[in-house]
């Protein structure tokens, strides 16, 4: 193809036929534009059908990995539902008419149990790869918007929960100093040594301070949950607009 307009321009630059000749240069120069714009559009063709698989890959990862976040929050909510119907169950017996020092006793040296966990989400392998690649911009600017706004919520959730969590151990410490727990790993858990630990305690300091570790472990929960309903709500709003992007056409 290129002898064959070769052949042609040297035949008009022989022939001395100058206006053909610039007639023809012009239409080879219009050709090779258009060639390039061609070019440029089956290249932007192919970088958009790239960007599309891309964004498909991601986004069946992050329907994935909020699936488990979802699971993940209604197996916290249980967990902490059932061991705050525990605290409501220890207040009623604790303020009950007939209640006194022998009965928050009994809760504390056998029932109490100090733990608590934070809340940490860990499904976030999808997110994380698509903004250190920037791949996390291929999406429309509402629905990424949405996107950042489950990761914030995620982790002002799991600093909320961290920050409760310390103000609760610091109640636990405060306890844990005078008085102790019914737990695996103490050498006196049980048995006389163990009951000779309530004798002659100071109810007032007793009382105050299994109050206040009871009081910091109401707050984790209730931090913790209102966090975790709001991150809920967004994942639940962000599903089905992430679905839509996977459905066959």
């Given at each position: ?6 052949k ?28 390039i ?79 608590v ?21 291929l ?24 920050d ?86």
């Amino acid at each position: 193809m290129i002898k064959f307009f070769r052949k042609i321009r040297l035949q008009l630059i022989e022939g001395k036929n100058m206006g053909k000749y610039f007639q023809y240069a012009i239409g080879e120069i219009i050709l090779v534009v258009i060639g390039i714009l061609i070019a440029l559009q089956l290249n932007n063709w192919n970088v958009d059908q790239g960007n599309k698989k891309k964004l498909k890959n991601n986004v069946v990862i992050l329907i994935e990995n909020l699936q488990r976040d979802s699971s993940q929050i209604v197996r916290d909510q249980r967990r902490i539902e059932r061991d705050r119907l525990i605290l409501d169950d220890y207040e009623r017996r604790a303020t009950a008419p007939l209640a006194n020092l022998d009965t928050l006793i009994k809760i504390a040296s056998k029932e109490y149990s100090p733990t608590v966990n934070t809340i940490e989400f860990t499904n976030k392998s999808a997110y994380n790869t698509m903004v250190q690649s920037g791949e996390i911009n291929l999406f429309e600017k509402e629905l990424l918007q949405e996107i950042y706004a489950v990761y914030s919520f995620q982790g002002r959730t799991e600093k909320g929960s961290e920050d409760a969590f310390n103000i609760y151990m610091f109640a636990v410490n405060e306890y844990r100093s005078t008085y102790t727990f019914k737990t695996d790993i103490d050498i006196v858990s049980s048995g006389p040594l163990y009951e000779e630990i309530w004798k002659n305690i100071s109810s007032s300091d007793f009382i105050t301070k299994f109050n206040a570790m009871c009081a910091g472990k109401r707050l984790n929960y209730r931090q913790t949950e209102n966090g975790l309903i709001r991150v809920s709500e967004v994942i639940n709003d962000l599903l089905p607009k992430l679905r839509e992007l996977i459905k066959e056409d």
